[in-house]
């Protein structure tokens, strides 16, 4: 089962334009993450935000995550052609062991960038 | 250093049939995880290899198994084939700790 939601599920805009795409999920967790995926190949890692974290910046890319709210937000700012994709968060579990290691994903935000 | 490779890259099976998907893992990193994607959808955990015992499961039923040798690479086994098999199977690697995992091209499955 998905952990959470992504928002929107589908996001269209033209290249130098800013997109913003929203995770939620439902328990406690040790640490969220974006991945990028092309064309249903397979995952990139991006960013990786700890629950102790409100914000972190990788380049062109900010995360925040609200752990009062259980949710994150991943922000592309300046988007080229080339970030079309889809994003996935993934959360890793709260309680350590055995669920420290598995991700949980979200349903995936479609992006597209227009030249 | 070589990422995560998997093989084969696509294959086809019919219902009842069994499969054997391989991933080899990132130098370094004694932890592998499998994932089933279904299309339009988030992966979904299978199992987590660590040390080649297995180390958690997701909410698969037991036809679903897997194996982790000493070299870390791995194997992830599928008895009597069901059409909703159908998926791209995704491998990745890690080192306990970090968090990060990193994820191979993927075996893209069909069932007929």
């Known amino acids: 089962s998905q952990q959470g939601e992504e928002d929107p599920q589908a996001l269209s805009i033209q290249e130098g334009e800013n997109a913003t795409m929203n995770c939620s999920y439902k328990?406690?967790?040790?640490?969220l993450q974006w991945y990028r995926q092309n064309s249903g190949r397979g995952l990139v890692h991006l960013i990786l935000i700890r629950s102790n974290e409100r914000e972190k910046h990788s380049g062109r890319l900010r995360v925040t995550l609200d752990t009062s709210k259980k949710s994150s937000s991943l922000l592309i700012t300046a988007s080229r052609a080339a970030d079309t994709a889809s994003y996935f968060c993934a959360t890793a579990g709260g309680s350590g062991g055995t669920s420290y290691g598995k991700l949980t994903f979200g349903q995936g935000t479609i992006l597209t960038v227009h030249p | 250093e070589t990422g995560v490779t998997q093989s084969p890259t696509h294959l086809i099976k019919t219902r009842g049939q069994q499969v054997t998907l391989r991933c080899s893992s990132q130098?370094?990193?004694?932890?592998v995880s499998w994932y089933q994607q279904a299309l339009g959808q988030g992966p979904q955990f299978i199992f987590q290899?660590?040390?080649?015992?297995?180390?958690g499961r997701g909410n698969f039923p037991p036809r679903f198994s897997g194996l982790q040798f000493p070299n870390y690479s791995s194997e992830l086994n599928v008895n009597a084939l069901e059409l909703d098999d159908s998926a791209l199977y995704l491998c990745a690697s890690s080192t306990p700790g970090t968090g990060e995992q990193f994820f191979g091209p993927g075996t893209r499955l069909t069932v007929l």
């Open positions: 290899y660590y040390r080649e015992e297995e180390n």
């Open positions: 328990t406690s967790i040790n640490n």
């Open positions: 130098s370094g990193h004694n932890t």
